[in-house]
């Protein structure tokens, strides 16, 4: 069955400007996850959401938002970039929250901010 | 999430076994190992998961000692597809489906 997709796999962004990443979870999935990955700070848990609900925040700030859909379709907005949002940013889905459930992550949006 | 301790590199031989050693000596009762992968810009690859018991699928074995503290991976026979950076995680997933990632281990597998 298909993996998780992202959407879009590369983009180049302003300062300033907005960007809006897409996420589509394994089909049957419930749960989804956004992490930010950089070369200074490793992979990073963004948030989670299930059943359109966000359930789980790591620690960012209020530019990066997120929502998910009734289809578990998920999004993520991050606001007034900056060269730092400069990342891979992953999607990850899992079937629920389970204990022991597998998580498994797509390939990921490449950010560039110039 | 407990904490984990993994070597920053390690060197395998194409065919020979690969042994990625993992401490987590606070894990609780209720946490899993996670074992991912990750190859240079893709996004990581779950490779095997356990909570006590070994565990062993297409792609590895995951040994778990019995006291919990540490656990080895092991890919049986190595091919430099394997060369990657191997992430062990142990969490929760039971309220929250999220994993802490530490800088794991860079496998080179070398001819």
């Known amino acids: 069955k298909a993996g998780v997709t992202q959407t879009p796999r590369y983009l180049i962004k302003t300062r300033g400007q907005q960007v809006t990443l897409s996420c589509s979870p394994i089909s049957g999935h419930r749960s989804v996850s956004w992490y930010q990955q950089t070369p200074g700070q490793g992979l990073q848990f963004l948030f989670e959401?299930?059943?359109?609900?966000?359930?789980n925040k790591g620690n960012f700030p209020g530019r990066f938002s997120g929502r998910q859909f009734s289809n578990s379709r998920s999004e993520m907005n991050v606001s007034t970039l900056e060269l730092g949002d400069s990342a891979l940013y992953l999607c990850a889905s899992s079937l629920d929250a389970g204990t022991g459930n597998t998580i498994y992550f797509g390939e990921g949006s490449w950010l560039t901010v110039v | 999430d407990a904490k984990t301790t993994q070597p920053p590199s390690m060197d395998c031989a194409e065919g020979r076994a690969a042994n990625l050693p993992c401490n987590h000596s606070?894990?609780?009762?209720?946490?899993?190992v996670y074992w991912y992968r990750q190859i240079h810009s893709q996004g990581p690859q779950y490779i095997i998961h356990?909570?006590?018991n070994n565990e062993t699928n297409e792609m590895a074995s995951l040994i778990i000692t019995e006291d919990r503290k540490s656990s080895t991976l092991i890919l049986p026979h190595a091919t430099l597809r394997d060369t990657a950076v191997y992430y062990c995680?142990?969490?929760?997933?039971?309220?929250?489906?999220?994993?802490?990632f530490g800088t794991g281990t860079r496998l080179q597998v070398t001819l």
């Open positions: 606070t894990i609780s009762g209720n946490e899993y």
């Open positions: 356990g909570l006590k």
């Open positions: 995680i142990v969490g929760n997933t039971g309220t929250a489906s999220k994993l802490t």
């Open positions: 959401y299930f059943s359109e609900t966000q359930r």
